[in-house]
């Protein structure tokens, strides 16, 4: 990809620019936790966003998309912001860093990308991150600090292109290591490190290719769930609820409330509990968990669908170590942990299966963990 955006660059540009990239993400565990104050667990995959970038002395800035063969120029003021959603995402980013105070002058671009598009690896926030971290490099010192970075991005998805988003993405795309995945306290911000190296085992998503319409209903519905039990425990969000705390209030709330709080604290302490297996190498529970919350999505918190059901029974059945849906649910990819021995016979058997179940083949998404944003050396 590098060599295809440097050609490319030159023939545009007649000049060399410097080369950054940041990746998608995926998220091993921990789904419908951020909103309830819990932890997600994301690392960044080998799948990223690559620029060339070179700052052209104007105020304008002229951006190639390759992927999409298509061509921007946008001025750097707000009412300068372009008609074309991918451009939006660079535009964004732009306006972003200045209103916390950075410098944006115009500059010329070349990008290109490999995270799947709205398969829930978040190019979007790939994209974002590339810039926000290239823009911090080239204009600004570096002093925008890396938090501040992933900021950026989502503020970029809620004030340019309408996706109300949390930080998880963005922050998995900027502060992403390799062979590490990050535990992120969505109440403090704070985050620490774990290793994720599972050696004689691969991670892959199956991506479904279901889109179910009409989630935002759902969604609010789930956390007004959580809402309503907070509030009758007294705690701010189910973050500070137990199992016990629950049992306590049985009577006092519906039986779809208390399924979906029991989801809620479960997954908080799964969390946990793979931290500590990472830490001692102990994959097979990080699978066994997985499977739990796979169970926890599709049964407590309702937001599984019929195709990602069939995919996770054709993991256990093919003896594939952990399986869940990843995301919001109701579509999307299943995440899967599985020994090398049984990854051909694995995915054989879901491809077959899927296709004469529902007419297409999910698709097969091999995954590494790798590092986040970055300047490419030469
Ligand atoms: P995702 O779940 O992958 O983040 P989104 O719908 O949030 O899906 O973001 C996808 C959008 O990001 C695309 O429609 C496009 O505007 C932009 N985008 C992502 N990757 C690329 C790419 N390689 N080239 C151009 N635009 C891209
Ligand atoms: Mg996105």
């Known amino acids: 990809m590098k060599e295809r955006i440097k050609e490319q660059f030159k023939k545009r540009f007649s000049t060399d620019g410097v080369i950054y990239a940041s990746a998608g993400r995926i998220n091993l565990i921990g789904e419908h936790t951020d909103y309830n104050g819990g932890f997600v667990f994301p690392g960044a995959i080998d799948k990223y966003i690559m620029a060339e970038i070179n700052i052209n002395g104007t105020d304008k800035v002229r951006v190639y998309s390759m992927d999409l063969d298509a061509y921007c120029e946008f001025g750097l003021n707000e009412e300068d912001a372009p008609k074309d959603q991918w451009a939006r995402y660079i535009f964004g ?146 973050r500070d609820a137990t199992y016990t705390m629950l049992a306590d209030i049985r009577d006092k709330v519906s039986d779809e409330d208390y399924r979906r709080a029991r989801f809620v604290i479960g997954e908080k302490q799964r969390v946990l509990d793979v931290c500590d297996a990472l830490e001692r190498g102990d994959y097979e529970t990080v699978g066994r968990c997985m499977y739990e919350t796979h169970d926890g999505l599709s049964r407590d918190y309702e937001v599984s669908c019929e195709e990602l059901d069939y995919l996770n029974d054709v993991a256990r059945e093919c003896g594939v170590t952990g399986s869940r849906i990843m995301g919001g649910g109701f579509g999307g990819c299943t995440i899967n942990l599985v020994k090398d021995e049984r990854y051909d016979h694995f995915i054989a058997t879901a491809k077959e299966k899927f296709n004469a179940k529902y007419g297409h083949e999910p698709e097969v998404i091999n995954v590494i963990i790798s590092d986040g944003a970055h300047k490419e050396e030469d």
Do not use: W
């Open 93 to 238: 980013v732009c306006r972003e860093t200045i209103k916390r105070g950075g410098t944006v002058k115009g500059f010329d671009t070349v990008f290109a990308g490999n995270v799947p598009l709205g398969a829930g690896l978040s190019s979007s926030a790939a994209l974002e991150s590339c810039f926000a971290f290239a823009l911090n490099d080239l204009f600004n010192d570096n002093r925008i600090d890396k938090f501040e970075l992933a900021k950026i991005g989502q503020s970029t998805e809620h004030n340019y292109c309408g996706v109300n988003c949390g930080i998880m993405d963005q922050f998995a795309s900027v502060f992403g290591k390799k062979d590490c995945l990050m535990r992120l306290d969505c109440r403090s911000l704070e985050h620490e490190y774990f290793p994720f190296h599972p050696e004689g085992y691969k991670l892959v998503l199956l991506n479904s290719k279901v889109k179910h319409e009409l989630v935002d209903s759902p969604y609010n519905k789930r956390r007004e769930s959580c809402e309503r039990v907070a509030a009758m425990l007294g705690v701010d969000t189910l």
